[in-house]
């Protein structure tokens, strides 16, 4: 069980949980003690509040539906201190879905709201062979970035929330939804999450139990692989015939700059990551010139790396910071300040990672229902789209008093959403062979626009073999100016979690070395540590230092569960 | 009785606290959460009424703020406060501590309570002292840094923390009680409460509703003014000792501490 | 002519550390204004000999009065009184709660500007400015009086205490009247000491320890060198190691513990991450003692000696007994 370097894939060290046992709760509590909504949407990020603003848009039309709803139409539920808290994305956005969403907002006005810092006018993708070289080569297709916009997902949550608020929606912040209520085979709810559990679990003298949330239609809005929506993926085998899903990490920091950049830029390696295939690493960076109100000139900088790597060294977070040494980066974050750092993973599989989106009772959009192009980077407008459509759905269906959402699959495919992602949908598995031998398959995917047949196969994470290589050798040791250890970076993101909170945190807790370093390596917040004294070859106790974690959901790509943490716990970004 | 809790919003202890560059005052956007030492308060009021020992017909929650205030009070609602009161004005705007305390006064009288509590202090300011301010106009015995406290009788018997270990006192009632972080383990609101807090009475009163007289509140009447606000002195570089012989190093290091009178 | 009228604390027949500290500056400061310093005790029967004694750290006068000991309100009264009968331009507290609590009801009596937190005061054209933190310490504002009376509450520790050898204080007993909300509170009982609760928060000296200790028995050389140091000096902790279990969560130190601003924090086996810095930047003077070099603490610390920590304490602890003379 515990062999030598270079066999050991964390899919044969699953962590101790089982979902539907445990995140689904069947049947209601009675009436007098429930809540009862119109549509609850689970997740107060850019997807969820799109559902939402859309939905109240709707039924501000719709009187008599409205009114059919109840007390409370609408309810988000966010276990952030408040939308945007826990919002991560480079980010450029395609403008359409969000112009469609609030046509009377203009770009200039969403600058002013602080949520956008500019149109893109410049752009240029490079090669980055060395520390110091930097090569710039023709823009490929999915980076034409031309008239999209920079914007913060954080803060545009933060927007969002405003005007569902204003709207008439109940937003739930401090909130975890802890399970998937299913009653004959239909969700019908989700429970909110205790509060005021120890260590260990046990009530403490302050102890709040959860509340079922009755809801005639359900969104899963929770982003990257989250926690009901894996639940109910299983529950009712959303991922039958599909590939299975694959996940990117990306970490990415915020800085204020003396002289603004001039342009959008991408970068896709090799340097700093390893090209040999044994390595499996696949990624990219980005640097985003921004502008914010205030006419102060900003940089968002970014790490990205597939979780598909085989050296259990590698590492997002340290792969930025040596990132930030290359020259051609100091030249434009010299003598700047960093203001932000945060991490999140992605679901990258693209169209044939995506679940089936509906099931009775409810519906998943953006990120939960892997709507991401990793050839482009862009997911944010799709989120909107997908908010925009399943709010158009559920009204419908509710309106006329039908009870199947289903049609909201079809909707997502005649979309954007779907036609974008199907061009792609070929274009990003051959990497998984490797740079050199993946990129040309890969370019030939792209050029074709996906017009060429087939489907090609993911493999899982977590099924590859992890073996301690020497990537780690590569990085800077952190100076706290420029470059940053990873607990002075989790201190920035305000992550105030409760001394005593319990672990939401899923793993074995005695696993290989190989499986130790993995974790303790790929967490950017340094949530895993082994121990000073454990066996170099052999079984290790890891130690896990939850109340560090961002919930970025990198974990549960490699072998681990991220589970509900109490509401209000975890970091408060604001501008990433 | 009637129990009387002043709360405050305040940034989100992870909000990066700075200061407005053009007002020279806090900058006061961002994040903000009812003041975390106000819950300890609010939990107090909340015990006393269920401990039975004196009856208690209402616990309201008191602010001095602007609009977005009303969050804080939403939030002391669903701890448990019956109902609560906005005094918002823009003449109120950059008063200091006194005249904070002053304004709170005016309006507490219009509610006659038998009881006001509060936090120790707040986030923000960190002050500790508004508690003294309000009890001087109010003209009631007050006692800060209270972490026990019992009705008994018309009167409350409190423990706090003083510079000497722990005093015991008798208040009577009317009082000003601030209380610290170690008097309980505040509760967390349900959400049925949560969600009804919106629909409780909330009263917002403008200064000249309460009587304030305007000359007595507002920035430019701070009897102290805040002048300038500069970096601290930079700390000088560290010594450092490489130890190899430990009996050498410890005297450098008595030397050190001697040189500095911390012996 | 400007005189300073200066509170000063007494428990147990002697003067409070702080309240010597404000007596001491206040002198200064009313040397600077061309004034005089006065200090003001109030108590059931205080003893001349002890208000006399203020002399001694540049008090000119001391004014007596008779009133319960340990409340605020009383002083508010009396200082109100002391005040209106004239010469005060400005009331001087040093760092106690106590102190807070009546410079604060003084201000709202006389409607005088208040500052409080004050780490220094300086004299500038016949006025006094005060100095205090703002943000977490992360700058310094200053403040100016624009009331006919100034009060100035000073910091834990703030001021430093100066003997001037100026001999006795000429003492008077000042009479004044308790307004009714004065005599709603009455002390039961006085300073009890409960040994269990480790207040680490007012502690002048802290000795800290981290998971360079080890393992949970470390933590008797921390206790050892705080006895050395005797005083009210006391252990403090780490999160890590309470999360460990080795030292409870009262005495934890950082963003999620205590913050802490004693005269002399040592830490040992500390790494120093911005977790716990924040909890005991403001120390006045760091001294870390760690076998790892690249440590971040050693880049804010005072002084820090790079060493094995299981060798270093029991030596320092004998050195510091030897040097108390104990």
């Known amino acids: 069980m515990f062999s030598a370097n270079g066999a050991v894939a964390p899919a044969a060290y699953p962590p101790p949980v089982d979902p539907q046992k445990e995140f689904i709760k069947r049947g209601l509590d009675p009436e007098e003690e429930l809540i009862e909504v119109g549509v609850a949407i ?37 276990k952030a201190k408040t939308c945007g808290g826990h919002n991560l994305s480079g980010a450029v956005m395609r403008p359409g879905p969000l112009l469609e969403l ?32 930097a090569v710039r080569i023709p823009t490929p297709p999915p980076f034409k970035n031309h008239g999209n916009e920079v914007v913060s997902v954080s803060a545009l949550a933060r927007y969002q929330q405003r005007e569902v608020e204003e709207a008439g929606a109940y937003v739930l912040t401090e909130t ?96 700093p990551l390893k090209v040999a295939p044994k390595y499996g690493q696949i ?181 590859k073999p992890m073996f301690i290589g020497d990537t780690k050798d590569e990085y800077v040791k ?84 991220l589970t509900a943490p109490e509401g209000g716990d975890g970091p408060l970004y604001q501008i990433t | 009785m009637k129990i009387c809790v002043l709360v405050k919003e305040v940034p989100d202890a992870a909000v990066e606290k ?20 106000d819950t300890h308060a609010i939990e107090a009021a909340m015990q006393i009424r269920e401990g039975g020992v004196a009856p208690v017909e209402e616990i309201v929650a008191v602010t001095m703020g602007p609009e977005s205030a009303v969050r804080a009070l939403h939030k002391a609602v669903s701890l448990g406060a019956d109902r609560s009161v906005h005094l918002c004005d823009d003449a109120l705007a950059g008063s200091d501590v006194a005249a904070t305390g002053y304004a709170l006064a005016q309006t507490l009288t219009r509610e006659s309570p038998d009881l006001v509590l509060l936090g120790q202090q707040s986030d923000d300011g960190e002050c500790y002292t508004i508690g003294a301010v309000v009890a001087e106009h109010l003209g009631m015995p007050s006692l800060t840094q209270v972490i026990k406290m019992d009705v008994e009788s018309g009167a409350l018997r409190c423990e706090r923390q003083a510079e000497y270990g722990y005093d015991t006192v008798q208040v009577s009632l009317p009082a000003v009680i601030s209380v610290g972080d170690a008097i309980n383990e505040p509760r967390y609101p349900s959400l049925k409460a949560i969600m009804g807090a919106k629909k409780k009475q909330l009263d917002t009163v403008a200064a000249a509703d309460v009587e304030i007289d305007a000359a007595k509140v507002g920035g430019d009447h701070s009897a102290a003014q805040w002048v300038a606000a500069k970096a601290p002195p930079a700390k000088a570089a560290g010594e450092i000792i490489e130890d190899e012989d430990t009996g050498e190093t410890v005297e450098k290091i008595i030397s050190w501490l001697d040189e500095r009178k911390l012996l | 002519m400007a005189n300073i009228l200066i509170y000063a604390l007494h428990y147990d027949g002697a003067i409070n550390k702080n309240s010597l500290g404000a007596v001491s500056e206040g002198a200064r400061l009313a040397a600077e204004l061309g004034g005089e310093a006065h200090a003001i005790l109030l108590g059931e029967n205080v003893p001349h000999e002890l208000a006399a004694s203020l002399g001694n750290y540049g008090a000119k006068k001391v004014l007596v009065a008779e009133g319960p000991e340990g409340l605020a309100q009383p002083l508010v009264d009396a200082m109100a009184k002391a005040i209106g009968d004239g010469g005060y331009k400005y009331a001087l507290f040093g760092g106690g709660l106590l102190g807070f609590e009546i410079g604060a009801g003084l201000a709202a009596r006389l409607g005088a500007g208040v500052a409080m937190e004050v780490t220094a005061v300086r004299a500038e054209g016949g006025e006094l400015i005060a100095e205090r933190p703002i943000l977490g310490d992360s700058a310094i504002s200053e403040i100016k009086y624009r009331s006919e009376v100034g009060i100035i509450i000073g910091r834990l520790n703030a001021f430093e205490t100066k003997e001037t050898g100026g001999g006795d204080a000429q003492v008077e007993e000042l009479s004044f009247e308790l307004s009714a909300h004065s005599t709603q509170a009455k002390m039961l009982v006085r300073g009890e000491q409960r040994g269990a609760d480790v207040d680490i928060e007012g502690a002048n000296v802290l000795i800290a320890g981290g998971r360079g200790l080890g393992k949970a028995e470390g933590f008797k050389l921390c206790e050892e060198l705080a006895a050395a140091f005797g005083g009210n000096a006391a252990v403090a902790a780490t999160r890590a190691v309470v999360d460990a ?72 602890t004998e050195a510091v007994k030897a040097k108390k003379g104990s």
């Not at chain 1, 709040?208 to 969104?219: C, L, N, S």
């Not at chain 3, 005495?251 to 924090?265: D, M, R, S």
């Open chain 1, 42 to 78: 689970v997740g107060g990020g850019t997807a969820g509040l799109a559902c939402a603003n859309r939905l109240l848009q709707l039924l501000a039309e719709d009187p008599e539906t409205m009114e059919r709803l109840g007390e409370v139409p609408v309810a988000v539920i966010e």
């Open chain 1, 102 to 133: 609030f046509p009377e907002l203009t770009r200039e006005q969403w600058r002013e709201e602080g949520f956008a810092f500019g149109e893109v006018t410049k752009e240029a993708v490079y090669l980055t062979p060395t520390s110091k070289l």
């Open chain 1, 176 to 271: 975890s939804a802890t399970q998937l209520i299913v009653e004959d085979g239909r969700v019908v709810g989700v429970r909110s999450g205790d509060k005021g559990r120890g260590k260990d679990g046990e009530p403490l003298s302050n102890f709040e139990p959860g509340t079922d949330i009755k809801a005639r239609a359900t969104v899963l809005a929770e982003g990257c692989w989250g926690h009901l929506t894996g639940t109910a993926i299983r529950e009712f085998d959303l991922a039958k015939d599909r590939e299975p899903q694959v996940w990117e990490l990306g970490v990415k920091e915020v800085w204020k700059v003396p002289k603004p950049l001039d342009r959008l830029i991408h970068t896709m390696g090799p340097w």
């Open chain 1, 283 to 463: 990624g990219g960076t980005w640097l985003y010139p921004m502008t914010n109100a205030a006419g102060e000139h900003l940089v968002s900088i970014g790490f990205v790396v597939e979780l598909e790597y085989a050296d259990a060294t590698t590492s997002a977070h340290d792969l930025l910071q040596t990132f930030k040494t290359h020259s051609f980066v100091r030249r434009i974050l010299d003598g700047g300040e960093r203001i932000a750092w945060g991490a999140k993973a992605l679901p990258g599989g693209g169209y044939w990672s995506m679940p089936k989106l509906s099931m009775p009772g409810a519906l998943l959009v953006g990120d939960s229902g892997g709507m991401v192009d990793t050839m482009a980077l862009k997911g944010v407008h799709h989120c909107i789209k997908s908010g925009i459509l399943a709010a158009e759905t559920i009204h419908s269906a509710l309106a006329r008093g039908e009870s199947s959402f289903e049609a909201y699959e079809q909707a997502i495919e005649e979309s954007s959403v779907g036609r974008e992602l199907w061009e792609v949908r070929n274009a990003r598995q051959p990497l998984q062979k490797g740079l050199l031998l993946g990129g040309p398959l890969s370019g030939v995917q792209q050029i074709s626009k996906g017009r060429l047949p087939g489907r090609a196969n993911w493999h899982r994470n977590d099924e």
């Open chain 1, 478 to 561: 952190p100076d706290g100016k420029y470059t940053f250890d990873k607990l002075s970076s989790v201190f920035i993101t305000g992550n105030a979690t409760r001394d005593d909170a319990p672990n939401h945190i899923r793993v074995r807790k005695q696993v290989p070395r190989e499986i130790a370093e993995t974790w303790r390596w790929m967490c950017p917040a340094g949530v895993y540590e082994i121990p000073e004294d454990a066996p170099e070859d052999g079984p290790v106790d890891v130690i896990v230092n939850y109340t560090n974690c961002v919930q970025c959901g990198a974990i549960t790509a490699k072998g681990g569960r």
């Open chain 2, 18 to 37: 700075k200061l407005n560059p053009s007002t020279g005052r806090m900058d006061r956007s961002g994040e903000k959460n009812l003041n975390p030492y």
């Open chain 3, 245 to 316: 279990g080795w030292y409870p969560y009262a005495a934890q130190i950082g963003q999620t513990g205590k913050t802490v601003a004693p005269k002399l924090y040592l830490a040992a086996g500390i790494s120093g991450a911005i977790q716990h810095k924040v909890g005991m930047q403001s120390s006045e003077n760091i001294v870390a003692i760690n076998k790892d070099s690249n440590a971040p603490i050693f880049e804010f610390s005072d002084l820090g000696v790079i060493g094995d920590l299981n060798k270093i304490l029991p030596k320092l």
